[in-house]
């Protein structure tokens, strides 16, 4: 087992076999980011410095982590046995803003109408 100055066991990152035909989408400046961003959440988690996803009250769901990075949006867990931060997914996010989503010609008619 590895230690760090405080004795605990370092955290690692990995990427989960699901994620990787989406990895190959990426461009390469947005794959170098992600990978650093999980360097960073697995040094976070080695000092005890990591969020852990809240059970929400009264539905048997089960909350995931998240971050963005540029127009996308990157969904891991945290595996604390395993000591590991384990990317899940990473998608195109979409807008949140109504204004950036392209309305068709055809609905401004037949909205006119």
Do not use: C
């Not at 980011?33 to 697995?42: C, G, S």
């Not at 969020?51 to 539905?59: K, N, Q, S, T, W």
């Amino acid at each position: 087992m590895m230690l760090t100055g405080n004795n605990l066991a370092l955290f690692t990152s990995e990427i989960a076999p699901t994620a990787w035909k989406q990895i190959s989408r990426l461009p390469q400046d947005v794959y170098l980011a992600l990978l650093a961003r999980l360097r960073t959440l697995a040094s976070l988690a080695t000092v005890g410095r990591h969020p852990v996803p809240a059970p929400i009250r009264g539905a048997d769901l089960e909350t995931s982590l998240s971050f963005f990075l540029d127009d996308f949006a990157a969904l891991y867990e945290v595996d604390f046995q395993g000591r590991v931060i384990r990317l899940l997914e990473i998608a195109r996010r979409l807008p949140t803003d109504p204004l950036t989503v392209p309305v068709e010609k055809t609905e401004h008619r037949a909205a006119a109408r």
